[in-house]
C-alpha cells in the first residue's frame, strides 16, 4: 500500500494540533502526560512540535481525555482557517 504523500495543509494541521495541546497539557510534564496515555515521552514531543502531523485517531481521543479536551473543539481549533488558540476580545 502506497501512502498519499502530506500536503502542507495536512503540516499546518498538524502544527496546529501540537500547538493545542501543549497548551492543554499547561504547566503538567510532558513525562507525567505521557505516562497516564500509555505513549513515550518522545511520541508526545513529536506530536506536540508536529513531526507527527497525523497521529492515530485514538491517540488523539486518548490525549484529549487526559488533557480535558473536547473532540469538537480540538476539531474547530485545527481547522484550515482557526488560530491555534482563541483570540481574546
Known amino acids: 500500500m502506497v501512502r498519499v504523500p502530506l500536503t502542507p495543509q495536512d503540516?499546518?494541521?498538524?502544527?496546529?494540533?501540537?500547538?493545542?495541546?501543549r497548551a492543554a497539557r499547561g504547566p503538567r510534564s510532558m513525562t507525567s502526560v505521557a505516562t497516564a496515555v500509555g505513549?513515550?515521552?518522545e511520541t508526545l514531543r513529536k506530536i506536540e512540535t508536529g513531526?507527527?502531523?497525523?497521529?492515530?485517531?485514538?491517540?488523539v481521543v486518548t490525549?484529549?481525555?487526559?488533557l480535558g479536551v473536547p473532540?469538537?473543539?480540538l476539531?474547530?481549533?485545527c481547522a484550515a482557517?482557526?488560530?491555534a488558540e482563541p483570540r481574546s476580545a
Not at 11 to 21: A, D, F, N, Q, T
Not at 51 to 59: C, H
Not at 63 to 66: D, G, K, M, Q, S
Open 81 to 83: 482557517d482557526a488560530p
Open 75 to 77: 476539531a474547530d481549533r
Open 63 to 66: 490525549l484529549c481525555t487526559e
Open 71 to 73: 473532540l469538537d473543539q
Open 51 to 59: 513531526r507527527v502531523p497525523t497521529p492515530a485517531f485514538f491517540t
Open 11 to 21: 503540516h499546518e494541521r498538524g502544527r496546529r494540533l501540537g500547538e493545542v495541546l
Open 39 to 41: 505513549m513515550s515521552p
